[in-house]
Structures are given as structure tokens and as C-alpha cells.
């Protein structure tokens, strides 16, 4: 089941991933748009920025 986050406005963003570099990294990104959404992996957890964004940072 893909992964979504109502921020504190109301907003509804899903959560989209793509490759970057030639390692295997990820960019984690929020998206309104649904389609193509992926989990959010275990070792991640969402933050809300001052301004009601989400955002995907590494658990500690």
C-alpha cells in the first residue's frame, strides 16, 4: 500500500522515490499526485517542515 501524509492544512502528498547517481541512492520526494507512489521504507520516518511540507528523513 503506498504511503500518504495529511499534513497540518489538510493537504494530502503521497510519497515518490527515484534513482539518482550511479551508486544506488534514492531521492525520497512528496508529490500530490498519487499515481506511481511507493511504501515508505522501514528505516524512514516523515517530518512536517515549519511550512506544513513533509519531508523524509532517516530514524534515528
Known amino acids: 500500500m503506498a504511503y500518504s501524509h495529511v499534513n497540518s492544512k489538510g493537504q494530502t502528498y503521497h510519497l515518490h522515490s527515484r534513482d539518482v547517481g550511479t551508486k544506488g541512492s534514492k531521492l525520497y520526494f512528496f508529490s500530490k499526485k498519487p499515481e506511481d507512489s511507493i511504501d515508505l521504507p522501514?528505516?524512514?520516518?516523515v517530518i512536517e517542515g515549519p511550512t506544513g511540507l513533509p519531508m523524509?528523513?532517516?530514524?534515528a
Do not use: H, I, L, R
Request: proline share 0%.
Open 56 to 59: 523524509v528523513k532517516k530514524k
Open 42 to 45: 522501514d528505516n524512514m520516518q
